[in-house]
């Protein structure tokens, strides 16, 4: 019913940026919060940065002032643009959207299949 294309991984040297973007489609008639999570190998999946519908946001102490999200309520969609990137920030990243309300009013919590981000040294 409701599906999240990602956008944007790819292979960048240290210092380098990235834009990663994230479209939900399907039978949507609202989303609570979306975000962009991250699993690095043989660690667990942490939030990176998420965003709630009125606009509040939130990040993981490890990208504070380098990474910045952004959505687009009227199209559904949200951007992490990622400056100053590091080795650590190597992962795969997932978008997520929480708490999506259908147009049957089922509520649903939708993950994206996920975009590799290789930062080299």
């Known amino acids: 019913q409701v599906q999240l294309v990602e956008s944007g991984g790819g292979l960048v040297q240290a210092g380098g940026s990235l834009r990663l973007s994230c479209a939900a489609s399907?039978?949507?008639?609202?989303?609570?919060?979306m975000g962009w999570y991250r699993q690095a190998p043989g660690k667990q999946r942490e939030l990176v940065a998420s965003?709630?519908?009125?606009?509040?946001?939130k990040y993981a102490d490890s990208v504070k002032g380098r990474f910045t999200i952004s959505r687009d309520n009227a199209k559904n969609t949200v951007t992490l643009q990622m400056n100053s990137l590091k080795p650590e920030d190597t992962a795969v990243y997932y978008c997520n959207a929480d708490r999506v309300v259908t147009l049957t009013r089922r509520y649903l919590d939708v993950w994206g299949q996920g975009t590799l981000v290789t930062v080299s040294s």
């Open positions: 965003i709630i519908s009125g606009g509040s946001t």
């Open positions: 399907g039978s949507i008639f609202s989303i609570n919060a």
